[in-house]
């Protein structure tokens, strides 16, 4: 490639991009989900209309299979493991389970009502039944839905990609289909397997990360990325789930103390869309418009079988065990969102020469931008419908810190926020650990040094200095003065991290594990960029960045 080459593709590339970034704003505004612009700006610079030509379905295949791995490190570092650990047993179910019911009972669907042979209906099964991590996070996370609820989905977008990539690939291998336990021994070898990976590359890079400190800021968030695409890459080098390993290795370095965790989320966050972009302009540059018109039928017909028969039976099936009630069974149902995973998939039977595969490109492609449209706007009309919106659901708080190697300590950065139950309280009230001490208050555009007796007042930044060995202390305490007062401790107010909430109480008529009770004081807000997340819920809460210096 000679340097004017470079030159112009550098320039392409950076208005595609440009041009994704308005069609992303004006996605939001339209309440839209970006993929639908995104694919159909693919489109528009496709050789049918603009001229750029693009039919590699290896080279798609390899770079969109990296955008995926991207995504899922990004959406495991920004998953809260107090939200999904008690909901990885019902997750799991649907992850695995309820991929072969969805697989089953859609490629039976193909098989009779569009004539496919049991192959291509097996495949066309297995491509559409992956729920999309990216569709999922980028829709659900702007919803008013019980954390409970949206975790479960999330968790199940993040861990279903492994076992369907496995049945496609089993599914496009020439000769006779292998016989359900050589096919399910194949699968639990690489969940299995992907799972230790991601987790042990994981805890390598949390232990290097609390231990060693960097040179400069931006490091942290360029080497916990990193170790998230080392325990893709690793995984797949030893013919395991990389989708797994990389998921897994971001929930873990996510929910670490590590310093600088709100720079390393708003790089994923990026990164995340950098990769979203990409793989949904390419996957719209692959396909052929002119053959998207034939393709629409099959496609509304098997859309309409996932979404009506095969997704709410499989659900159904998966969640008996657990007492779900049908108003969230329902909702997961209608969740299960399909985006850029399913069109990806399609490169594996291209790749493999299956006969009919083409057609199944643009049956997907169809199906992902129809349904996304109908299921993506619609779903918070559908919460409501259900009775599901919580618009008083609160965060879980979120401390961040910045290393003094020096003091072995760390800086927090707490902001007092409007309503909270610290305003009023006194320094010495907070009762922090010894050698913890409140440093400096940012009131206004003023700072002062606080004493023992001074108050603490709504919007006041207070910078703390804490030891290592009293850090978790400190927070516990913060978060139980946050939610309580200065009386916390004689209201039995503890500070946990993970109040439990869907725990049965004594007041709530010993309701079953699955339905949550109203706590008097919710969860604490968070913020975690200099843009605050929405701040739902009691406003008995405290809220804390890192200090990035």
């Known amino acids: 490639m000679t340097l004017p080459q470079l030159y112009m593709v550098l320039l392409v590339g950076g208005l595609v991009l440009l041009a994704s970034i308005a069609a992303a704003r004006t996605a939001a505004r339209l309440g839209l989900p970006s993929l639908l612009l995104f694919l159909g700006l693919g489109v528009l610079v496709g050789e049918d209309v603009l001229g750029i030509p693009f039919d590699d379905a290896q080279l798609a295949q390899t770079l969109g299979t990296t955008a995926l791995a991207v995504i899922l490190v990004e959406g495991g570092l920004s998953t809260r493991w107090a939200d999904v650990r008690r909901l990885l047993a019902p997750s799991a179910m649907l992850a695995t389970a309820g991929v072969v019911i969805s697989v089953l009972v859609t ?10 042979d049991w192959q291509l209906a097996l495949l066309l099964g297995a491509i559409v039944s992956s729920t999309d991590a990216a569709a999922v996070f980028a829709v659900l996370r702007s919803l008013p839905l019980p954390r409970k609820l949206a975790s479960m989905v999330e968790a199940e977008s993040g861990f279903n990609d492994a076992p369907t990539v496995i049945l496609v690939l089993v599914f496009s291998a020439s000769g006779g289909l292998p016989g359900p336990f050589a096919i399910g021994g194949q699968m639990v070898y690489q969940i299995t397997t992907g799972a230790l990976i991601g987790l042990g590359v994981a805890l390598v890079g949390v232990v290097t990360l609390r231990y060693v400190a960097l040179p400069a800021t931006g ?13 893709f890459a690793a995984a797949g080098a030893a013919n395991a789930s990389g989708i797994i390993a990389a998921y897994l290795s971001g929930i873990v370095l996510g929910n670490a103390v590590l310093p600088h965790r709100a720079a390393t989320r708003s790089f994923a966050e990026g990164a995340g869309w950098l990769a979203q972009i990409g793989l949904f302009v390419m996957l719209g540059l692959l396909v052929d418009p002119s053959e998207l018109l034939h393709a629409l039928l099959p496609a509304l017909v ?7 028969v095969a997704r709410p039976v499989s659900v159904l099936l998966c969640l008996v065990p657990f007492r779900v009630p049908w108003r969230e069974q329902a909702f997961i149902s209608w969740a299960g969102l399909r985006g850029a995973v399913p069109i990806v998939l399609t490169t594996f039977p291209i790749v493999a020469q299956v006969p009919g595969a083409l057609d199944l490109l643009h049956i997907v492609f169809v199906l992902v931008v129809v349904f996304t449209l109908i299921q993506g706007p619609a779903l918070l009309g559908i919460t409501r419908l259900l009775g599901l919106v919580r618009p008083e659901e609160a965060r879980e708080v979120d401390i961040e810190s910045a ?17 909270s139950m610290l305003h009023g309280v006194e320094v010495s009230e907070l009762r922090l650990p010894r050698p913890a001490v409140i440093s400096l208050v940012i009131r206004g555009s003023s700072a002062l040094v606080p004493l023992p007796e001074s108050r603490l007042y709504e919007g006041d930044q207070l910078l703390i200095v804490a030891t ?6 400190v927070e516990r305490r913060l978060r139980a003065v946050g939610r309580r007062g200065r009386l916390a401790r004689w209201h039995g107010e503890s500070g946990d991290p993970d109040p439990r909430p869907d725990r049965p109480h004594k007041n709530n008529g010993g309701r079953g594990r699955w339905r949550s009770h109203r706590r008097r004081s919710p969860e604490p807000a ?11 819920g009691s406003p008995s809460s405290i809220t804390t960045t890192a200090d990035a210096r």
């Open 526 to 536: 968070t913020f975690t960029r200099s843009e605050p997340e929405e701040v739902t």
């Open 107 to 116: 490629a039976t669907g193909a098989h009779y009502l569009l004539g496919m």
């Open 219 to 231: 490091l942290y968030p360029l080497a916990s990325f990193g170790f998230g695409i080392c325990a």
């Open 468 to 473: 290592s060995r009293t850090r978790d202390e």
């Open 403 to 419: 290393p003094l190697d020096v003091l072995d300590a760390e800086l927090l950065t707490v902001s007092v926020p409007e309503g």
């Open 302 to 308: 098997i859309g309409a079988f996932l979404l009506l």
